[in-house]
Nanobody, 124 residues
Framework: QVQLVESGGGLVQAGGSLGLSCAASGRTFSSCTMGWFRQAPGKEREFVAAISRSGSMTAYGDSVKGRFTISRDNAKNTVYLQMNSLKPEDTAVYYC?????????????????WGQGTQVTVSS
C-alpha cells in the first residue's frame, strides 16, 4: 500500500516556474514507477510525466516535453515535478500516481495509487 500527498501547487504568471512534490508513505516506494497526471475542468485526466523506480527512465507528455522535468529521491520517498515556461493551458489539478512496476508508463489505468491532487493556476 502506498499513500501519496502532493504539495507545491499555486498561482504563477505565464512564463514562470513552479515545483511540485509528492511524498509517499509505505515501504514499497523504491519499487514503484511514479507518475504525474493533470486534469483541467471539463477535460479528461492527462498524462504529464513518469519516472521508473530507479530514476533511470523517464517519459513525458507531448505538451510538456522540454519544459517539465520529473525526478525522484528514493531516500526521501519523494517524487518531484519541476515546471518551467508555464502556460495558461497548464492550469489544472495535478495528481501524483504510482504503481509497482518497472517502466515509466503513460497509461492512466496502469497506476494503482493516487494522491488527492494540487491546483496549479497559470495566469496570462
Amino acid at each position: 500500500q502506498v499513500q501519496l500527498v502532493e504539495s507545491g501547487g499555486g498561482l504563477v504568471q505565464a512564463g514562470g516556474s513552479l515545483g511540485l512534490s509528492c511524498a509517499a508513505s509505505g515501504r514499497t516506494f523504491s519499487s514503484c514507477t511514479m507518475g504525474w497526471f493533470r486534469q483541467a475542468p471539463g477535460k479528461e485526466r492527462e498524462f504529464v510525466a513518469a519516472i521508473s523506480r530507479s530514476g533511470s527512465m523517464t517519459a513525458y507528455g507531448d505538451s510538456v516535453k522540454g519544459r517539465f522535468t520529473i525526478s525522484r529521491d528514493n531516500a526521501k520517498n519523494t517524487v518531484y515535478l519541476q515546471m518551467n515556461s508555464l502556460k495558461p493551458e497548464d492550469t489544472a489539478v495535478y495528481y501524483c500516481a504510482a504503481f509497482e512496476g518497472l517502466l515509466p508508463l503513460s497509461r492512466r489505468s496502469a497506476y494503482k495509487y493516487w494522491g488527492q491532487g494540487t491546483q496549479v493556476t497559470v495566469s496570462s
